[in-house]
């Protein structure tokens, strides 16, 4: 079951205040904001413009905010497994992917949009179980579906899967079985996963080819990986 954190009612009143830029991109204050309206709008991708008072966001803000003012509500870390991925690790999953002109592509459990800033946005669907992470997604121009990915079915035929799935109670290997059965024969699944799993095979079938270990790349989390490329033949 997946549980949300609640922000405290002087979070909203504050955001309740705020004034959003005429572009939409960013949000000011009249007064100083706690410590706490800051975390959250940081958790949201914000960050100081400079003033005493701004706060600026590298999309349009604006249904965002409105979406946490109306449920009061954050996914919690440890049933969301929210750990957003860092660019190392990002460009490495997509660079493994190969995505080739006309390849349709997903990104499930996107989160913030990690990996999927790294892919053809016009040819990326993005799956992400949270309405506030859903907000933020279709805010920088993702087309995205707001569902749980393990009961989703693509519009069309899948090439390309790049992925960080939740790892804890052995979900990984749920949702990167899921994410196969969604591919086109010659398709490709690249997903980072505990590096507890390096040399098992989850897949039968398909292709595993697992990367060197990496440790320490989440903030928040003390955790080692490792990136496994999944190749699916032409017959299974």
Not at 12 to 41: E, M, S, V
């Amino acid at each position: 079951m997946l549980d949300y954190d609640l922000v405290s009612f002087a979070t909203i009143a504050a955001l309740a205040k705020g004034n959003i830029r005429q572009d939409c991109h960013g949000i000011w204050f009249y007064d100083p904001i706690a410590p706490a309206t800051a975390d959250t709008l940081r958790y949201l991708g914000g960050t100081p413009d400079g003033t005493r008072t701004g706060w600026e966001f590298p999309y349009p803000v604006t249904e965002v905010l409105a979406e946490l003012q109306r449920t009061g509500k954050v996914p919690e870390q440890v049933s969301h497994q929210f750990y957003e991925t860092n660019d190392k690790l990002a460009q490495i999953v997509v660079a493994k992917a190969g995505i080739k002109e006309g390849d349709f592509c997903v990104e499930p459990e996107a989160g913030q949009g990690g990996i999927a800033k790294h892919m053809p946005q016009d040819r990326t669907i993005c799956v992400e179980v949270s309405k506030l992470h859903a907000k933020i997604l279709e805010a920088k121009g993702y087309t995205t579906v707001c569902t749980d990915f393990l009961r989703w079915q693509p519009p069309r035929p899948v090439n390309k899967i790049c992925m960080n799935p939740p790892f804890s109670s052995g979900r990984a290997v749920d949702h990167v079985r899921h994410a196969a059965s969604l591919l086109v024969p010659m398709g490709r699944l690249v997903t980072i996963l505990p590096a507890s799993n390096k040399g098992k095979i989850l897949v039968e079938g398909m292709e595993h080819e697992y990367s060197e270990i990496y440790d320490n790349e989440f903030k928040g989390a003390s955790v080692s990986v490792v990136i496994l490329t999944l190749d699916k033949g032409l017959i299974l």
